[in-house]
């Protein structure tokens, strides 16, 4: 799930996520991995970053909402310069 709020869910875990030209930036567990992306139609291509192969997601519908006391993690780089 990929929100507009700038978090995601991918089953259990909470990501951040950033769009930088034709790259996506996800934070995982306090450091960011950055993904080749491509969009074409509802289908989103991610590959590189810690991939072996290019994953491919189709959209299914509209976001579903965070759940009450999930909070979107932290920026990384914001955390190492405190």
């Known amino acids: 799930v990929v929100r ?7 089953g259990e875990e909470t990501a951040r996520w ?5 790259s ?5 567990g306090g450091e960011w991995e950055v993904y080749g992306l491509k969009v074409r139609g509802t289908r989103m291509t ?3 970053g810690d991939l072996t192969d290019p994953i491919v997601f189709d ?3 509209p976001a ?3 759940g009450p006391g999930v909070a979107v993690p932290p920026d990384p ?4 310069a405190l």
């Open 46 to 48: 991610l590959s590189g």
């Open 24 to 28: 996506l930036w996800l934070a995982i």
């Open 77 to 80: 780089r914001k955390r190492a």
């Open 59 to 61: 959209r299914t519908g």
């Open 18 to 22: 950033r769009l930088a030209g034709d």
């Open 64 to 66: 579903t909402p965070r």
């Open 4 to 10: 507009e709020d700038s978090s995601a869910s991918y």
